[in-house]
Structure formats: structure tokens, C-alpha cells
């Protein structure tokens, strides 16, 4: 096996593992910041233990001597995942993964402005059709029983820091940021714990908690060893995946339609997103 074939097969497995990640917060019966601190506490230990098997300590000291780059990116990734559980609590499964999917559009945005990289016509043409993608989406949230703004807002925002916090540790790329992932994610679980009692979850809903966290475990590993091996442009069109895939599959598994607006404005974004890497790889071979 190639060394392509093997990066996009493990970052394949990494893209589908987080396609159920927003069902589960529908399925787990409890508040949202319960949630958040359980899927922050399982999946945290997990590659914790991972990492200090794998690579020692050592690795998440450097992870950490950063400075205000490897922060950022530490600090973002905590917040991430209370915001996207809030943004799915509060509007619907598909309005969150087509705004986040717009992650690159931000990323581009952020590197011209902090790193002085131009925003190619490619590039442009492609933020106009994922803006009218949004648009469309946002046009269909008043339609849409389980979608609001505010939960919209709160993706946007995810979305928006996300790629902010990516474009920062660009500046660190010589070290790598995995180890960091988990000082993220328990961080997040201990200040959640001033706010919250974890223990109000029901416990015929643990198998459901311990499973979330699992594949958050594994999306989490497969997607920082997958693009490794293989262009950006290609792991885009992975990660796109759960755009088209999770809002499927909480429709057949909990009833939850997506809404004609939001199949509309996720098919722009997905398609002006699709387009533009293909166009990428195609100019590289």
C-alpha cells in the first residue's frame, strides 16, 4: 500500500468516526454542559494515555512551550467542543455542519490577514458560493422546527475560532500539537465541573457516554495521523464527509429532516468546497 492510499484510508476512518459525534448529543439524555464534560473527560483520557504511551511526556512539554500560538490553539480547542455541543442543543444537526464546514473559508481569511498569504481567485470565487450557501441556510432557520439563530451563531462562532486557532499554529509546525489535544479537552471537563454535576446523567445512559467519547477518540487519532500522508486538499474533501453524512444519519436514526433550505444550502457549500480542491488536485498531478 502507497503512501497516499494509507493517508487517505486512516483519514477516511477519521472523517467517518465524527459523523455520529452530533447524534450522540441528541441521543445523551441530560444538559448540554453535561454533555460536554463527558465528552470532554472520555475522550481526553483516552488520548492522554494514548500519547503518553506513544510518545511520553516529554511530547506534551513541547506541545505547551509553544507560546501564545500553541495557547491559542489549546485554549480554542477547549471551547470548541462546549460551543459545538451548545450550537447542536440549540438548532439543527445540518445547519451545524454546513456552517462548520465553511471552516476553510475563515482559515483563508485569517491567513491573509495574520500571515500575509493572498486569497487566490480560486480561492475568492469559492468564499462568494459558500457565503450564498450560508445564506440560504440562514434563510431556513426561521422554517425549521429544531433550528435557531442562536444556535447558528454559536456555530459561526465555533467555526470562525476554529480556523483562527489553526492558522496560529502554522507558526509552530515543526512541533507537533496532538499532545495538546487532551490538556484541551481535560482543561475544558475541570472548568466545566465548577458549573455542572456530571453525575445527573442516568445510568442506563452510560454505555452512550463511553461510546461518544470512543469515537471522538478515534476521529481525533485517525485525523492527526492521516494528512500526514496526503495534500490538504484531500483531507478537505474527507472532512466533507460528515457534512453530507450526519445529517443523514440523525434523520434515520432519530426522524430529524434537515429541511428543504438547509439541503439547499449545504449542496452549495459542499459543491463550491468539493470543487475547489478537486481543482487543487487536479492542477498538482
Known amino acids: 500500500m502507497s503512501l497516499q492510499a494509507k493517508g487517505l484510508l486512516i483519514t477516511l476512518f477519521g472523517a467517518l468516526l465524527v459523523v455520529p459525534d452530533s447524534l450522540f448529543v441528541r441521543l445523551i439524555e441530560a444538559e448540554p454542559l453535561v454533555i460536554a464534560f463527558w465528552r470532554a473527560v472520555t475522550s481526553g483520557m483516552a488520548i492522554l494515555l494514548g500519547v503518553l504511551v506513544w510518545q511520553g511526556p516529554g511530547a506534551i512539554a513541547a506541545s505547551l512551550r509553544t507560546g501564545w500560538h500553541g495557547a491559542l490553539y489549546v485554549l480554542v480547542l477547549a471551547v470548541s467542543g462546549i460551543l459545538f455541543v451548545l450550537a447542536v442543543s440549540l438548532t439543527s444537526i445540518a445547519n451545524v455542519v454546513v456552517i462548520i464546514a465553511t471552516m476553510p473559508v475563515f482559515a483563508a481569511i ?111 487519532v485517525f485525523l492527526a495521523l492521516g494528512p500526514r500522508y496526503i495534500t490538504s486538499a484531500e483531507v478537505a474533501l474527507l472532512i466533507l464527509l460528515e457534512t453530507v453524512l450526519a445529517p443523514l444519519l440523525a434523520w434515520a436514526v432519530i426522524g430529524e429532516a434537515p429541511g428543504r433550505w438547509a439541503l439547499l444550502g449545504g449542496a452549495v457549500v459542499v459543491g463550491a468546497l468539493a470543487v475547489s480542491n478537486a481543482a487543487v488536485l487536479l492542477r498538482r498531478r
Open 110 to 220: 485569517f491567513s491573509r490577514i495574520f500571515l500575509g498569504e493572498p486569497i487566490s481567485r480560486r480561492m475568492a470565487i469559492t468564499m462568494g458560493v459558500v457565503m450564498i450557501g450560508l445564506g440560504i441556510v440562514a434563510y431556513g432557520t426561521g422554517e425549521h422546527q429544531a433550528a435557531s439563530r442562536v444556535g447558528d451563531a454559536l456555530a459561526l462562532v465555533l467555526t470562525a475560532s476554529f480556523a483562527a486557532a489553526l492558522t496560529a499554529v502554522r507558526r509552530v509546525r515543526d512541533v507537533s500539537m496532538v499532545p495538546a489535544v487532551p490538556v484541551a479537552f481535560l482543561g475544558s471537563a475541570v472548568v466545566l465541573l465548577a458549573f455542572v454535576d456530571p453525575f445527573t446523567i442516568a445510568r442506563e445512559q452510560l454505555w452512550l457516554v463511553a461510546l461518544h467519547g470512543a469515537f471522538i477518540t478515534g476521529s481525533s
